[in-house]
């Protein structure tokens, strides 16, 4: 059940952009994304949400693509500070109980 | 706005000790979360807390693992014994109101704990 992240580590100079994916096995509902810097909690991106709606930072970008049970996170013109462990966190339609499977993470880091 | 608090941050332990984590979550958050985080992996849910009911445990090995929320506020997970294979870090989130899908969750700093 848990997603699938690819790539599993990308190294990108300032000003590159990136794309991370999460793709799970199940129906999915939502997925929402969280950036993570070493030993610091996870902090909140967006939430994808079956049938459109999004709600996130306005310089994050990201798809869901409901057919193939898909998502995307878009970054562009990276920053150092985007550097981190992002996780993508879905949510399954066979479950009423809002429960987040979390998938492995993408090591992103930005050099200058 | 204060976030989510969790003491202590760090904890050394030797196996077959039992240990106890502490999380006082963003006031007013209904929904509180306890997640294990491996090195190297995403979190994975223990328990999830609407106000003081356990609405979701299936995952907390519940021999040895217990958490409460009295009075629907701050929470306690603990271990008893703790085991080699229980060194991680736990982490607490909330997150407001019940339709959790629709929120994000505000995450702890975490207790990184090691167990010899």
């Known amino acids: 059940q848990q997603p699938v992240q690819s790539p599993q580590a990308v190294i990108l100079r300032e000003g590159e952009d990136a794309v991370i994916n999460c793709s799970s096995s199940?129906?999915?509902?939502?997925v929402h994304w969280y950036r993570q810097k070493h030993g610091e909690a996870p902090v909140f991106l967006m939430i994808?949400?079956?049938?459109?709606e999004q709600k996130g930072h306005e310089k994050i970008s990201a798809s869901f693509n409901e057919k193939k049970q898909q998502s995307s996170l878009y970054l562009t013109a990276s920053q150092l500070s985007y550097s981190g462990t992002y996780f993508c966190?879905?949510?399954?339609?066979?479950?009423?109980?809002?429960?987040?499977?979390f998938g492995q993470g993408t090591t992103l880091q930005v050099k200058p | 706005e204060a976030g989510v608090v969790q003491s202590p941050r760090y904890k050394i332990i030797e196996k077959k000790q039992p240990v106890a984590f502490w999380c006082n979550p963003i006031?007013?958050?209904?929904?509180l979360y306890w997640y294990r985080q491996n090195l190297g992996q995403g979190p994975e849910l223990l328990i999830r807390?609407?106000?003081?009911?356990?609405?979701?445990d299936s995952q907390l090995p519940k021999d040895r693992f217990s958490a409460e929320r009295l009075k629907g506020v701050d929470s306690t997970l603990k271990i008893q014994p703790a085991e080699l294979g229980d060194s991680a870090v736990y982490l607490c989130?909330?997150?407001?109101?019940?339709?959790?899908?629709?929120?994000?969750?505000?995450f702890g700093p975490g207790t990184r704990l090691t167990v010899l």
């Open positions: 989130a909330s997150s407001p109101g019940r339709i959790n899908i629709y929120n994000e969750q505000f």
């Open positions: 006031s007013g958050h209904n929904t």
């Open positions: 994808l949400l079956k049938g459109g």
């Open positions: 807390y609407e106000n003081e009911e356990a609405v979701d």
């Open positions: 966190g879905t949510g399954l339609v066979s479950s009423n109980t809002g429960k987040l499977i």
């Open positions: 199940k129906a999915l509902y939502s």
